[in-house]
């Protein structure tokens, strides 16, 4: 795939000096940095509802996928925009206003996080285990617990509310996904990552 900066290299018949040094970390380790992801000249805008996500939205977020390419990283960091936008886009529709919180360790969330949490928490919500449930897994699993029943329950239930949490918010998101308008992006047959 040919990309934006390699074209105009090719075309100068040199590469442009802040590329260059752009290109390692200044002879201090045996490798250079990860190269930003990078669209390639002939591709198209990623459009999600008829909005454009900035490549350099698509460009920044591609540094937290490690995968085999540039472009798998391009494309995981688009779908990625693609599902944070369309849980904006939810947000709005119901009007809810953010409310931050903070976690054990006093971080607080971005607006847009808390918007996100708060769609899935009105929305995406599991049900809660019950005790039958936390007995069967403490069953299955007694010899994973030294402890009675009444102290690992509390235990199990988090857990079991986590697993609960985690795979009704990817049926959700992953309803989301499948119903946009996505341009400029190949689907993956699964949905969302």
């Known amino acids: 795939m040919t990309t934006l900066i390699d074209a105009l290299a090719a075309r100068s018949g040199k590469t442009h000096p802040l590329v260059e040094a752009a290109a390692g970390c200044g002879g201090s380790c045996a490798t250079g940095p990860q190269p930003a992801a990078r669209r390639g000249v002939d591709a198209p805008p990623v459009r999600v509802n008829g909005i454009v996500i900035d490549e350099a939205d698509i460009a920044r977020e ?58 899935l928490d009105l929305e995406a919500a599991p049900i809660e285990p019950t005790e039958a449930e936390c007995r069967r897994v403490y069953a299955a699993q007694s010899a994973r617990f030294a402890m009675p029943f009444e ?15 985690m795979t009704s918010a990817a049926a959700y998101v992953a309803r989301l996904y499948r119903s946009a308008r996505i341009e400029g992006l190949d689907r993956r047959p699964e949905g969302p990552p």
């Not at 809810?96 to 769609?119: H, I, K």
């Not at 102290?151 to 949490?165: V, Y």
């Open 151 to 165: 102290r690992a329950e509390p235990i199990i239930r988090d857990r079991l509310r986590a697993r609960a949490w």
């Open 62 to 119: 591609s540094q937290h996928h490690t995968v085999g390419s540039i472009e798998e990283a391009r494309a995981a960091a688009a779908q990625a925009l693609i599902v944070r936008h369309l849980l904006l886009e939810r947000a709005g529709e119901l009007s809810l206003a953010p409310r931050p919180e903070t976690d054990p360790l006093g971080r607080w969330e971005s607006d847009d996080e808390a918007l996100v949490r708060a769609v």
